[in-house]
């Protein structure tokens, strides 16, 4: 293998953005995603004005303005990334987590945010952490309304191996996907954008599993240089 090849898991059109940034580190890049991403088969509510909204997705912000054009609603995002992309399409941004739910949901908490704001969750179908179920627990107000759909895909995509050289995971979901396919995955090297991706990979055998620091994709690259 002269050059190194990057299988890179997660789904459109985050994926495209990653095959860029890949490849401006020198490598060749496969774009195969382990998710899709549609449309939900419910139409979201209209959202209330005076409400703050919760975004942990990259994929929820798109989906929603796709639905609205308005953008004077508070954000609390996830990530730097997440918040870059609000920042972007007009949000004001109110707080940025660690980069996972729970972080989230941590931060909103230490905020002592009043208990008379109402909150938002917009989701994909499938998450590991409901944050407005934990906050309505804590006494706020907060629903959680599904804006995409995120399924696995229901076959190993059709690659050749042997010409990869490290899987970009992005999700533990994607991860879990992975494994549930059992792909001879000896030889080659996993990037995971977060622990909790890299623990969903269970025992599957690679010659390393690399762990971002921070859920960042620059972060993945420090963590394959390190």
Known sequence: M?????????????????ANFWQSAGFETIVAPLINIAPPSVMPPLLPRNIDLIVTSQNALLS??????????????????TAEMARN????????????????LELIVEKNVSSETSFAYISGQNIRLDISQQLRKRGFQAE?????????VSQMPDID???????GLY???AAQVLTSFAPKTSQISTISISKSTDAALG????????????????????????
């Open 161 to 167: 191996l042997t010409k990869i050289s490290h899987i």
């Open 89 to 104: 399409m007009g949000f004001n941004l109110t707080g940025v987590g660690g980069g996972s739910a729970a972080s989230l």
């Open 203 to 226: 025992n599957l055998a690679f010659t390393q599993r690399l762990i971002a620091e921070k859920p960042q994709e620059s972060a993945m690259l420090t963590a394959l240089k390190a």
């Open 171 to 173: 999700s533990p979901m």
């Open 2 to 18: 002269n050059k190194r090849c990057i299988w890179i898991t997660r789904s459109q059109p985050g994926a495209a953005k990653s």
């Open 64 to 81: 929603l303005v796709e639905f609205t054009d308005v953008r004077s609603w508070n954000i609390w995002a996830v990530g730097e990334v």
């Open 144 to 152: 959680r309304h599904i804006y995409y759909e995120n399924s696995p």
